[in-house]
T-cell receptor, first 115, second 115 residues
Framework: AQKITQTQPGMFVQEKEAVTLDCTYDTSDPSYGLFWYKQPSSGEMIFLIYQGSYDQQNATEGRYSLNFQKARKSANLVISASQLGDSAMYFC????????????FGKGITLSVRP | EAQVTQNPRYLITVTGKKLTVTCSQNMNHEYMSWYRQDPGLGLRQIYY???????DKGDVPEGYKVSRKEKRNFPLILESPSPNQTSLYFC??????????????FGPGTRLTVL
C-alpha cells in the first residue's frame, strides 16, 4: 500500500526567504509520480510540481523545486523567495500506474509567510 | 478554458434528504474521481471512473453512489446523507488513469454540511 507522510507542524517563514516542506513516501511500485498541490484559504487545489520516479533531475517550476531523494524516499518541496501569497496548506501526493492510479495524499502542511 | 466544474459550491442539507453534486470536465479526460477532504486526514478517494460506464470504489465509498453515462460528467449521489458526510468534496479528472504521469485537475470543491 502507498503512504505519504507529512509530519511538520505549521511552518512559518519570513517573506523573501526560502522554505522546505518535507514529504516522505512509501511504495513498492517501481514506477510512480509525486505531486505537490497548494490549497489556499479559498479551498481550491492548485497543482505546483511533478516528479517522476525515473526522472534523473529534480523538477523545477519557477520558484518551486522538488528535492527528490529516491533512496531515502523523500520528495521535499522547496519554495524560494517566499511571498505573502504562498501562505496556504500544501499537500504532497503520490500516484502509481494501474487500474486506479488514484492520488494518495499526505495530511498537509500549513505554511504562513510573515511580512 | 480547460476546467473541472462542480455544483453546488456550498450546500447545507438535513439528514436523509437525497442530494447530487454534479461534476463536469471539458478536457475529454477518460479518468474522473471524487475525493473528500477532512481536517487532519488529507484527501481520500470515494469513487473513480476509468471511462464511460466504468466506475469502481475508492477508499471510502460507503454512503455514496456515482454514475458515468457521459465522458464529461461524473455526478456524486448521496442517497441518504448523514452528519458524518459533512466534508469538502473535490472532483478531479485526468487524461488517463493508467499512467503515473498524468496530472489530475481538480474542481473548485463543494462544501457540504449535513445537519
Amino acid at each position: 500500500a502507498q503512504k505519504i507522510t507529512q509530519t511538520q507542524p505549521g511552518m512559518f517563514v519570513q517573506e523573501k526567504e526560502a522554505v522546505t516542506l518535507d514529504c516522505t513516501y512509501d511504495t513498492s511500485d517501481p514506477s510512480y509520480g509525486l505531486f505537490w498541490y497548494k490549497q489556499p484559504s479559498s479551498g481550491e487545489m492548485i497543482f505546483l510540481i511533478y516528479q517522476g520516479s525515473y526522472d534523473q533531475q529534480n523538477a523545477t517550476e519557477g520558484r518551486y523545486s522538488l528535492n527528490f531523494q529516491k533512496a531515502r524516499k523523500s520528495a521535499n518541496l522547496v519554495i524560494s523567495a517566499s511571498q505573502l501569497g504562498d501562505s496556504a496548506m500544501y499537500f504532497c501526493a503520490m500516484k502509481s500506474p494501474g487500474a486506479n492510479s488514484k492520488l494518495t495524499f499526505g495530511k498537509g502542511i500549513t505554511l504562513s509567510v510573515r511580512p | 478554458e480547460a476546467q473541472v466544474t462542480q455544483n453546488p459550491r456550498y450546500l447545507i442539507t438535513v439528514t436523509g434528504k437525497k442530494l447530487t453534486v454534479t461534476c463536469s470536465q471539458n478536457m475529454n479526460h477518460e479518468y474522473m474521481s471524487w475525493y473528500r477532504q477532512d481536517p487532519g486526514l488529507g484527501l481520500r478517494q470515494i469513487y473513480y471512473s476509468m471511462n464511460v460506464e466504468v466506475t469502481d470504489k475508492g477508499d471510502v465509498p460507503e454512503g455514496y453512489k456515482v454514475s458515468r453515462k457521459e465522458k464529461r460528467n461524473f455526478p456524486l449521489i448521496l442517497e441518504s446523507p448523514s452528519p458524518n458526510q459533512t466534508s469538502l468534496y473535490f472532483c478531479a479528472s485526468s487524461l488517463s488513469g493508467r499512467s503515473s504521469y498524468n496530472e489530475q485537475f481538480f474542481g473548485p470543491g463543494t462544501r457540504l454540511t449535513v445537519l
